[in-house]
């Protein structure tokens, strides 16, 4: 069974700062993707991030890196200086070939505050 | 801009009344997923289509159906709709199963019971 843990349910940030949204997960797959996504509070889902369980290196995307540390489980996302904009709701997701979908943790509600 | 297109954004049916969701997209991907997503819950995937081969998932309540005419389009039929299936309703495209494959999503069809 697969599951992921989201242990923030809320974050205040101030603009420009960055700051760390923590994910940690649970797998008996030895090959998984770890996907973040952002859901304003319109609705959307938005894909910010993958990394999947080989990859060497940390993955980055503009302002978001993920911050990978397989032997601990844990894939955090870092959003650097934060704007406005990035206040919503984001969900961690687990992808593994065994059940071949994707499970996602209860999120964190991030808001910005200028 | 190629994308993942649901109508309509807001969907208000009656109590037993069957309701029809379309989702469409034009990046030609092979799987359509459904999710539902009920107020400050993860999402929750119902089923999904692996090009034509349909895949429901095992908790997935009968009164959910969908079809797929065609590799752009895919409906969710709601049989009889109860107050407990307000929700959020995500549609979602990968261009392929496997933790490689980012999942799409659309803006979602909110779903109110009278």
């Known amino acids: 069974a697969q599951k992921i843990t989201q242990t923030q349910p809320g974050m205040f940030v101030q603009e420009k700062e960055a700051v760390t949204l923590d994910c940690t997960y649970d797998?008996?797959?030895?090959?998984?993707?770890l996907f973040w996504y952002k859901q304003p509070s319109s609705g959307e889902m938005i894909f910010l991030i993958y990394q999947g369980s080989y990859d060497q290196q940390n993955a980055t995307e503009g302002r978001y890196s993920l911050n990978f540390q397989k032997a601990r489980k844990s894939a955090n996302l870092v959003i650097s200086a934060s704007q406005l904009g990035d206040s919503a709701m984001y969900f961690c997701?687990?992808?593994?070939?065994?059940?071949?979908?994707?499970?996602f943790g209860t999120g964190t509600l991030l808001a910005v505050q200028p | 801009d190629a994308m993942v297109i649901q109508n309509p954004r807001y969907q208000v049916t009656q109590f037993g009344k069957p309701v029809t969701l379309s989702c469409s997209q034009t990046l030609n991907h092979n799987v359509m997923y459904w999710y539902q997503q009920k107020s400050s819950q993860a999402p929750k995937l119902l089923f999904h289509?692996?090009?034509?081969?349909?895949?429901n998932e095992a908790d997935t309540p009968d009164n959910f159906q969908s079809r797929r005419p065609n590799t752009s389009f895919c409906f969710l039929d709601i049989r009889s709709p109860g107050l407990g299936d307000a929700a959020m309703y995500l549609c979602?495209?990968?261009?392929?199963?496997?933790?490689?494959?980012?999942?799409?999503f659309g803006d979602g069809t909110r779903l109110s019971i009278l």
């Open positions: 979602a495209t990968s261009r392929d199963r496997g933790r490689g494959n980012p999942q799409h």
């Open positions: 289509y692996y090009d034509k081969d349909f895949n």
């Open positions: 797998t008996s797959d030895p090959s998984y993707g």
């Open positions: 997701a687990i992808y593994g070939g065994a059940t071949n979908k994707l499970i």
